[in-house]
């Protein structure tokens, strides 16, 4: 059973820097096509930016430019680099495989202030 470890979230001013973690344990990482979701109050999830095994990136037009996801496969880990933050980018931030969804994990919250 995989899990799923999101941090690294907070309060932060619009404008302002955030990075966020998440660790997975399980041996198949490395193989999976990896992605950050965000959910905010009353909204559906969505993929904000993804990762796949070769370390190729895609991201929605709404944070191009300002977010970087990368991995780091020796620890199971991967990250989002999110700059330039905005209010509308409040939410509550979660990883997870691009397919055939792990169990989510808690999320780690993300609150920009104007």
């Known amino acids: 059973q995989v899990q799923l470890v999101e941090s690294g979230g907070g309060l932060v001013q619009s404008g302002g820097s955030l990075r966020l973690s998440c660790v997975a344990s399980?041996?198949?990482?490395?193989?999976?096509?990896m992605g950050w979701y965000r959910q905010a109050p009353g909204k559906q999830r969505e993929l904000v930016a993804g990762?796949?095994?070769?370390?190729?990136?895609t991201y929605i037009d709404s944070v191009k430019g300002r977010f970087t996801i990368s991995r780091d496969n020796a620890k199971n880990a991967v990250y989002l680099q999110m700059n330039s933050l905005k209010p509308e980018d409040t939410a509550v931030y979660y990883c997870?495989?691009?397919?055939?969804?792990?169990?989510w994990g808690q999320g780690t919250q993300v609150t920009v202030s104007s």
């Open positions: 997870n495989r691009q397919r055939n969804w792990y169990d």
């Open positions: 399980g041996s198949l990482f490395s193989f999976s096509a």
């Open positions: 990762i796949d095994s070769v370390h190729s990136t």
